[in-house]
């Protein structure tokens, strides 16, 4: 099994900043992709960020230039760096993982349980 962890979510006024953790552990074998999705009241869950292995990151248009994703290989962490928050950014955060797991021949997404961000205006 495959545990992640989240943390960093909070209270923060328009134009602040936060920064999202999310730690996996357990039987991981290799992981391909690490990243982020949100989801607002009301509305469908939709990407933020992705970051490969290799370190190749992707990122929705409605974030980019004010969110940063890195990972930590040797934490298995990810990181997500807000800057610049909007009311519109308020959502919980969930992280995921897409990997193989030891003893899986076929690649698994795990997700973490979310954390809340809120910006007030």
């Known amino acids: 099994q495959v545990q992640l962890v989240e943390s960093g979510g909070g209270l923060v006024q328009t134009g602040g900043s936060l920064r999202l953790s999310c730690a996996a552990s357990?039987?991981?074998?290799?992981?391909?992709?690490m990243g982020w999705y949100r989801q607002a009241p009301g509305k469908q869950r939709e990407l933020v960020a992705t970051?490969?292995?290799?370190?190749?990151?992707n990122y929705a248009d409605s974030v980019k230039g004010r969110f940063t994703i890195s990972r930590d290989n040797a934490k298995i962490t990810v990181y997500l760096q807000m800057n610049s928050l909007r009311p519109e950014d308020t959502a919980v955060y969930y992280c995921?993982?897409?990997?193989?797991?030891?003893?899986?021949?076929?690649?698994?997404?795990?997700w973490g349980q979310g954390t809340q961000v809120t910006v007030s205006s």
């Open positions: 970051i490969t292995s290799g370190g190749t990151t």
């Open positions: 995921f993982v897409l990997g193989f797991m030891v003893g899986s021949p076929l690649p698994k997404t795990y």
């Open positions: 357990g039987s991981i074998f290799s992981i391909n992709a």
